[in-house]
């Protein structure tokens, strides 16, 4: 089935840093998304990228399609930024997520 | 204003007893999902809904049941609850299905089964 791999597992920063995660699928995805999730909180829709790059904010999001993977870069990271970033993948009537990225940035 | 209400918030059950989660949408999307998310797994896709109509099935137990009476409500009955079912579920829409449509997320709803 479906698979969806995120790397690192944890991540820690210091204010001011660049983060970089990254994301791996199994099969061509149709939609490939980013989420925010903060403890215990619901999640938030970041950047929807299928392929190629996409920006927002202090966000940019790159997927290739035919390796299969993509990176969520994050500049100039600030204390709001920790929590954890889920990369999902759609294919056919479902959206896999990974086990996410946790990320701590500190003062 | 939250446009994916979900109820309850938090809920505790007892071993053995059943439970409806509800779920609506106001964002009039033709897609609802259901996921759950516990702290030994990451958010596990259970079902998908378009049109009211059941679109996959990832829940392999039948206790778990998703009831849809109108295009923006897919409620979620589980029956026969056991501790292990203890989790966070995540109601969650779309405009459509496949490329192009963002999923948005509900608050969801804690459930602890003692």
């Known amino acids: 089935g479906q698979q969806v791999q995120q790397s690192p597992a944890s991540l820690v920063l210091q204010e001011g840093e660049n983060a970089e995660l990254q994301c791996n699928f199994s099969?061509?995805?149709?939609?490939l998304q980013w989420f925010y999730q903060s403890p215990g909180g619901s999640l938030v829709s970041l950047l929807s990228?299928?392929?190629g790059t996409k920006h927002t904010g202090r966000l940019t999001s790159t997927t290739v399609t035919k390796e299969r993977r993509s990176s969520l870069h994050i500049s100039s990271s600030q204390t709001t930024d920790s929590g954890t970033y889920l990369c999902?993948?759609?294919?056919?009537?479902?959206?896999?997520f990974g086990s996410g990225t946790r990320l701590l940035v500190s003062p | 204003d939250p446009k994916i209400i979900q109820k309850p918030k938090y809920l505790v059950a007892v071993t053995g007893s059943e439970k409806i989660l509800i779920c609506e949408q106001y964002?009039?999307?033709?897609?609802m999902y259901w996921y759950r998310q516990s702290a030994k797994k990451p958010l596990e896709f259970m079902f998908s809904?378009?049109?009211?109509?059941?679109?996959d099935n990832q829940t392999a137990s039948s206790r778990f049941q998703p009831q849809s009476s109108k295009k923006n409500h897919l409620d979620l009955q589980i029956t026969a609850l056991k501790p292990d079912d203890s989790a966070t579920y995540f109601c969650a829409s779309s405009q459509g299905q496949g490329a192009g449509n963002t999923l948005y997320f509900g608050e969801g709803s804690r459930l602890i089964v003692v």
């Open positions: 809904y378009s049109y009211q109509k059941l679109m």
């Open positions: 099969s061509t995805a149709t939609q």
């Open positions: 964002l009039g999307h033709n897609a």
């Open positions: 990228n299928p392929s």
């Open positions: 999902a993948s759609t294919g056919g009537y479902k959206v896999v």
